[in-house]
Nanobody
Framework: QVQLVESGGGLVQAGGSLRLSCIAS????????MGWFRQAPGKEREFVAT????????YYADSVKGRFTISRDNAKKTVYLQMNSLKPEDTALYYC??????????????????WGQGTQVTVSS
């Protein structure tokens, strides 16, 4: 059973940057796509970005395209989310998640079966 632990959240002013990290342990990592999702207060959890098992392909939500970059280091069993030009509407609890099936790229939340506890990102205006 893989365990995922996110870090790197915090309070930042609009226009600032943060880098989130998610470290995996206890399970396979390099053969699975990894994703980032977020949930703002009173809203449904939403897709942010996903990256294929070797990092060659990525998908982004339209709301973050051009500002966020997802990457991974399979040797360190870590996935990252670099967030630039942050906006107040990016305020949310950010989760990383591992795909349930190997060797594919997906952005459907239902295809992710292992989730971290989340890291809070707050962007002030």
């Amino acid at each position: 059973q893989v365990q995922l632990v996110e870090s790197g959240g915090g309070l930042v002013q609009a226009g600032g940057s943060l880098r989130l990290s998610c470290i995996a342990s206890g399970g396979a990592f390099s053969i699975y796509a990894m994703g980032w999702f977020r949930q703002a207060p009173g809203k449904e959890r939403e897709f942010v970005a996903t990256i294929s098992w070797i990092g060659s392909n990525t998908y982004y939500a339209d709301s973050v395209k051009g500002r966020f970059t997802i990457s991974r280091d399979n040797a360190k069993k870590t996935v990252y989310l670099q967030m630039n030009s942050l906006k107040p509407e990016d305020t949310a609890l950010y989760y990383c998640a591992r795909d349930t099936s190997a060797y594919r790229l997906t952005k459907a939340e239902g295809n992710f079966g292992s989730w971290g506890q989340g890291t809070q990102v707050t962007v002030s205006s």
